[in-house]
């Protein structure tokens, strides 16, 4: 038996993105975005108020980045969420995080995160709240590298759980894509 629940937001897993953006003064700011995730091959689509202090960089800057929120991170990426960059001017310093500029587009990588998508402003719809971005590129920590490539199990992405309100990290290989399914045929 199933039990409804009407219209929900809820989806699993909903990825804790952390959206920065540098103001025209080139001050770095960043937001906690729950709802948004990889849109094409090759953009990436958030849904951002336009009241944030964030969204008002990327529409003055038309570059922002979006790195994945981290275990190691949590207080970091839920103070970003829960405090206002309009109220509290030096936000991104007192969440603990520190910037350097990104070489690919005009906004700040938080050294913090070690994952980060470097993108430039495609569209926003200011009736939606949709805000879409072309990934220009990803950048990557060494530290959650194994072989060369972004190892999950290093990186400990966290997950937000829309029903309960906690976040989550992500853990075990489950299975392998691309395969296991071909058992089936």
Request: proline share 4%; aromatic share 8%; glycine share 8%.
């Amino acid at each position: 038996m199933r039990k409804n629940f009407g219209k929900k937001s809820w989806l699993y897993p909903m990825p804790v993105l952390i959206v920065a953006a540098y103001d025209e003064a080139g001050v770095p700011n960043a937001m906690n975005a729950a709802w948004g995730g990889i849109f094409t091959d090759e953009t990436i689509g958030v849904c951002l108020s336009e009241g944030h202090k964030t969204t008002k960089n990327i529409l003055s800057t038309g570059a922002f980045t979006v790195s994945v929120g981290t275990a190691e991170s949590l207080a970091q990426c839920d103070y970003v969420g829960i405090v206002s960059g309009n109220k509290v001017p030096d936000k991104f310093a007192k969440a603990g995080f520190s910037a350097v500029r990104s070489e690919a587009v005009n906004a700040p990588i938080i050294e913090q995160l070690p994952m980060t998508l470097e993108c430039t402003l495609v569209s926003y719809d200011k009736e939606s709240n949709h805000l879409v971005g072309r990934i220009v590129n990803v950048s990557a920590d060494e530290s959650i590298l194994t072989d060369g490539k972004i190892d999950v199990a290093k990186l400990r992405p966290i997950t937000y759980d829309p029903v309960n309100h906690n976040y989550i990290e992500l853990g075990a290989k489950a299975g392998n894509a691309f395969s296991d399914g071909k058992q089936l045929k």
